[in-house]
């Protein structure tokens, strides 16, 4: 990346010197590592001169509260997404296993259907208390917009 600087001003800056650009001016932009991002702050960057030269600077900002509902929402998704394939698995080993001595043509017992149903029930009942979560944070953030778009008539 580089930056055009005159006097102590960045004017422009390019992923690459354009081939018509004098070299006058031009600088690479000293480059930064990006900071890990945590559950409630982020990090933007932008170009600044430090001690003359054009420097890759990260500022940390906090997440928005939508930012943060969603990246709860997308956790939640994984963590229901997780028991109910292992509730799935569960049940497939149930069906897998050797026939129970009681039950000779190796069908499940009631019990163990129950307990397989039981726990993928559990996992869609988790499913949907996130989609009511998200729906409810959809319908206040509808109301906070309508709010503002109210207020600006």
């Known amino acids: 990346m580089y930056a055009h600087v005159i006097g102590d001003t960045i004017t422009a ?3 690459s010197l354009p081939a ?12 930064a590592e990006r900071p890990t991002d945590d559950d409630t702050h982020t990090h933007i960057h932008s170009i600044s001169l430090v001690e003359g ?13 939508a930012d943060i509902n969603e990246r709860r929402l997308d956790a939640n998704h994984r963590s229901i997404d997780k028991a109910i ?9 149930i069906i897998d ?21 039981r726990q993928i029930r559990n996992a869609v009942q988790a499913n949907r208390d996130a ?11 509808i109301r906070l917009l309508r709010s503002d778009f109210d207020a600006t008539d």
């Open 13 to 15: 800056v390019v992923s």
């Open 20 to 31: 018509t650009a004098s070299p006058n001016g031009w600088y690479e932009v000293v480059p």
């Open 53 to 65: 030269v054009p420097t890759l600077v990260w500022a940390r900002q906090p997440r928005s509260d």
């Open 85 to 93: 394939v292992a509730a799935l698995q569960q049940l497939q080993q």
């Open 97 to 117: 296993a050797p026939p129970v001595a009681d039950v000779p043509d190796g069908t499940l017992t009631a019990a163990q259907l129950s307990n397989g149903l």
């Open 131 to 141: 989609v009511q979560v998200i729906a409810r944070t959809l319908r206040q953030a």
